[in-house]
């Protein structure tokens, strides 16, 4: 038997279903708008977002962030046959100094109220964040794990990248490692439209431990440096490890360097009145971890020329000019690498930070080639940590004289407490001959006492007056608080202070009765001898100096050929 069935029976189960489902339909969310981070507190993925009131919606991601002034709306997703209902609906205000954040509870579909006052003021310039997950390999590019990084577009398009390597994530790629019988975290920062203007890396206290304790090497690749720390460097440093790097893009910047570098005495004394030229992007970099050996390379760029025997030249003449954030200044030579995408870099060591550029020195070469020698160890130590005395020093200046200036020694002064079988007679009668190095008085030159800092300073002023004529000190006057006016050698303190050939200490002193090391000597020495420090050096020449000794370069371009 056929039952007929009612008119409009359909739309009535219709609206029975759908009281059913109004009925179980999710309430409000329960979120709040934290109007500092720019974040929602409490949203899931199982809700979404609108920002034209319902007209389209986004479900929520846990890298959604709402910056400047805006008013959003939130609500439960529909799942199944339960539908989307009510909202909440949350202001968000540019970031001053008395933020208005919101969060109220609102209606029906039809839409949503704010119990906030709408913001009235023209809205002000926003900044943009977005979540970046990078790689964390290992060696040949194997992938150990993964690390977030925050990348920032500030209102004046400036974009600048977060990487923090968290305690789990540098623990995660120990675990990997080990596995793999790797030695390397390297961390992988893209930048491939070259839009970058600065990177900082930060890895908590703890972060640092785990690679320690894992006896993991860290490295930092970006677009415009390549940074890698040692086992031996990350050993026992017990803080918060941080690096910025921030390259040096506009041309104009470029040209100020180079400008600097033609200008810089140490280049000059080098290769005098040369052609300077930078090549590929000169970089800052800054980090908490000084006076630790870090390897550092810098990508070429493609900006070597491509005849071969011009390329040769440059690569031969081709330094890095180090600006140090303490006003010392270095020119060192590194070695030619291949990196992972196959182009070309320069890699070489330090222990401080700041400004680092490629130069091309015209001359460079040659003025090295002729260096002999000058400083001579005991047996196969050098004692880099003794005090330099005297006739030590009195020899390293008289190696290094002009012919002519080291021949003359008519007017040499004889000194009653060095004798004619004394080993450094000779070196002592020429140092004081030239006028670079005097007795402690007329007859008296105390040989085997030790130079102080003052007496090194002193040396060095009189040597660059020799050299390249100076006669009056460039730059302020003497600043240290214990270097009077009228002491001897204020004039000379201020002026290797000036020159960047020696510096203070932090506490504003210069210590200038302070005895200097064998180490320390060198390092200065080498300035006044145009000595680049060497790089690279397969076997050290003295047994107490390893490649790791902070002032191996300088040591290994004083003892070779």
Not at 390 to 396: D, G, I, L, N, P
Not at 484 to 499: G, K, R
Not at 503 to 522: H, M, Q, S
């Amino acid at each position: 038997m056929l039952i007929e069935r009612p008119v409009g029976g359909y739309e009535k189960i219709k609206d029975i279903q759908r009281a059913f489902d109004l009925f179980f339909a999710p309430p409000a969310p329960k979120v709040t708008a934290d109007d500092t981070a720019n974040v929602v507190i409490g949203a899931d993925e199982a809700m979404e977002y609108s920002k034209d009131n319902g007209e389209t919606w986004n479900k929520f991601t846990n890298t959604d962030r709402f910056e400047g002034n805006q008013i959003i709306v939130v609500r439960v997703r529909a799942k199944g046959n339960t539908p989307p209902w009510k909202w909440t609906t949350l202001t968000f205000t540019s970031n001053t100094p008395t933020p208005n954040p919101g969060g109220s509870t609102g209606g029906g579909a039809g839409g949503g109220s704010s119990t906030t006052t709408p913001v009235t003021s023209t809205p002000a310039p926003t900044t943009k964040q977005e979540q970046i997950v990078v790689d964390v390999n290992g060696t040949n590019g194997t992938n150990l794990t993964k690390t977030p990084i925050t990348r920032t577009t500030e209102t004046n398009g400036m974009i600048k990248d977060l990487v923090k390597m968290t305690q789990a994530i540098a623990k995660e790629s120990v675990e990997k490692a080990k596995q793999l019988n790797m030695n390397t975290a390297r961390i992988v920062i893209p930048d491939t439209k070259d839009a970058v203007s600065e990177t900082r890396i930060e890895l908590p206290k703890a972060a640092v431990k785990e690679l320690n304790d894992g006896s993991l090497k860290l490295e930092i690749s970006t677009e415009n440096a390549i940074i890698s720390v040692p086992t031996n460097s990350i050993a026992g440093f017990d803080q918060d490890l941080y690096f910025r790097v921030v390259p040096l893009k506009k041309e104009s910047e470029r040209k100020e360097v180079e400008e600097r570098a033609k200008k810089e005495q140490l280049i000059q004394q080098v290769a005098p009145n040369t052609n300077v030229r930078v090549l590929a992007r000169p970089v800052e970099i800054e980090t908490n971890m000084q006076s630790r050996e870090v390897t550092l390379t810098l990508p070429l760029r493609d900006s070597l020329p491509t005849d071969p025997a011009a390329r040769q030249q440059a690569l031969d003449n081709l330094a890095i000019y180090i600006e140090h954030s303490d006003g010392t200044k270095e020119l060192i030579q590194g070695k030619l690498v291949k990196l992972a995408d196959n182009s070309e870099g320069i890699e070489f060591t330090v222990t401080q930070f700041s400004t680092f550029t490629l130069v091309v020195v015209d001359g460079l070469k040659a003025s090295q080639s002729a260096h002999q020698p000058y400083i001579q160890g005991f047996g196969a130590d050098f004692r880099p940590d003794a005090f330099v005395t005297r006739a030590q020093m009195a020899a390293m200046l008289a190696r290094n004289l002009p012919t002519e200036a080291a021949a003359g020694s008519a007017n040499s002064v004889s000194y009653k407490d060095v004798s004619a079988t004394h080993w450094a007679t000779s070196e002592i009668q020429k140092a004081q001959s030239a006028g670079v190095m005097n007795g402690m008085s007329n007859t008296q030159f105390a040989p085997e006492g030790s130079i102080t800092r003052a007496q090194m300073a002193t040396i060095a002023y009189r040597w660059m007056q020799q050299q390249a004529s100076a006669t009056t000190v460039n730059g302020p006057a003497v600043s240290f608080t214990d270097v009077s006016a009228d002491l001897w050698a204020a004039e000379a303190i201020a002026y290797v202070q000036s020159a960047g050939l020696m510096v203070g200490y932090n506490d504003g002193t210069f210590k200038p009765n302070a005895e200097l090391t064998r180490a320390e000597a060198v390092k200065v020495l080498n300035v006044l001898f145009n000595r680049a420090p060497i790089t690279g050096a397969v076997t050290p020449t003295f047994s107490d100096v390893p490649a790791t000794h902070w002032a191996y370069a300088d040591i290994e371009a004083a003892a070779q050929k």
